[in-house]
T-cell receptor, first 114, second 113 residues
Framework: DVKVTQSSRYLVKRTGEKVFLECVQDMDHENMFWYRQDPGLGLRLIYFSYDVKMKEKGDIPEGYSVSREKKERFSLILESASTNQTSMYLC?????????????FGPGTRLTVT | AQSVSQHNHHVILSEAASLELGCNYSYGGTVNLFWYVQYPGQHLQLLLKYFSGDPLVKGIKGFEAEFIKSKFSFNLRKPSVQWSDTAEYFCAVNLGSNYQLIWGAGTKLIIKP
């Protein structure tokens, strides 16, 4: 079974703090993704990485950065947390099988910025 | 811009009722289509996906979806729902060979026992 783990289920941080969210997958997948999930908005892509040290901006990258130094680990960084970054953050990795693929998700980190 | 619409944000049904959740997308090219489910307190998991072939796709837990290209739709169906189907359901679309999935806003389904 594919396993995607995230470092924290719940996190409370203060405005202006630097926040690190960690994601690890155990299936040697090349592609990894960070989303935020907000009620009524579905999932919005923040960043994705198609290989080690490679990254691409998604739809809402402002205020975020990422790091992928090892294949299994993809980190999301909030340089200076703000209250509008209070959200559920989901990490995913993608498995490709022939012409088909699917994303596997971690349990999410619910971040509250006060 | 490409988008994915899920028509109903909240649906309440009784057990044994039939279910159909709508999903429409706006893109005229090749698409790959997905339905994901998020049970309360659990992570998102794949219900089913369509890449090619038979437009009627069967997934886990008795769910199926039909891709109708002319209607840009990929509606999710289940003939008889159970209380355990209470969850939030998300439709997602991938455009051709792009890495990104475009997600609908989700439909919260509540099944009354």
């Amino acid at each position: 079974d594919v396993k995607v783990t995230q470092s924290s289920r719940y996190l409370v941080k203060r405005t202006g703090e630097k926040v690190f969210l960690e994601c690890v997958q155990d299936m040697d997948h090349e592609n990894m993704f960070w989303y935020r999930q907000d009620p009524g908005l579905g999932l919005r892509l923040i960043y994705f990485s198609y290989d080690v040290k490679m990254k691409e901006k998604g739809d809402i990258p402002e205020g975020y950065s990422v790091s992928r130094e090892k294949k299994e680990r993809f980190s999301l960084i909030l340089e200076s947390a703000s209250t509008n970054q209070t959200s559920m953050y989901l990490c995913a990795s993608r498995r490709t099988t022939g012409d088909s693929y699917e994303q596997y998700f971690g349990p999410g980190t619910r971040l509250t910025v006060t | 811009a490409q988008s994915v619409s899920q028509h109903n944000h909240h649906v309440i049904l009784s057990e044994a009722a039939s279910l159909e959740l709508g999903c429409n997308y706006s893109y005229g090219g090749t698409v790959n289509l997905f339905w994901y489910v998020q049970y309360p307190g659990q992570h998102l998991q794949l219900l089913l996906k369509y890449f090619s072939g038979d437009p009627l796709v069967k997934g886990i837990k008795g769910f199926e979806a039909e891709f109708i290209k002319s209607k840009f739709s990929f509606n999710l169906r289940k003939p008889s729902v159970q209380w355990s189907d209470t969850a939030e359901y998300f439709c997602a679309v991938n455009l051709g060979s792009n890495y990104q999935l475009i997600w609908g806003a989700g439909t919260k389904l509540i099944i009354k026992p």
